[in-house]
């Protein structure tokens, strides 16, 4: 997956940018203006906007599709842990939120 930035026109209606760096105790949610799907055709998930789509990779669809707002990164992190049989994540997860909060496609409140 190569992060695009989403056009103007999607960003003008986004919340205001996420903090710079999300917490275990964050909450992300995706952002507004955007739309992650499951796309059968193209057998991945998908982030829609109304000039186009992002077409994630498998990592980036298993995390974006527990940003659901009430889940806590922390959470999330160890969701995918345990689904994936695997330590460790937490760095690698967070460095993909706070990518995904730059390009407006999560957000999540300061706590």
């Known amino acids: 997956m190569t992060p695009k930035p989403a056009p103007a026109a999607a ?33 991945c998930h998908v982030l829609l906007y109304p000039e186009g789509m992002v077409k994630l990779n ?9 940003c659901d707002g009430r889940r806590s990164v922390g959470e999330i992190v160890g ?3 345990t689904a994936f049989a695997t330590q460790g994540l937490q760095r690698e997860v967070v460095a993909f939120i706070e990518m995904a909060g730059r390009q407006r496609w999560l957000a999540w409140d300061a706590r």
């Open 79 to 81: 969701e995918l842990e």
């Open 58 to 66: 498998g990592s980036a669809g298993e995390i974006m599709k527990r």
């Open 11 to 43: 960003q003008a209606g986004a919340a205001p940018s996420p903090p710079a760096a999300p917490t275990v105790d964050s909450r992300p949610r995706i952002g507004a203006g955007f739309r992650l799907q499951w796309e059968a055709a193209q057998e």
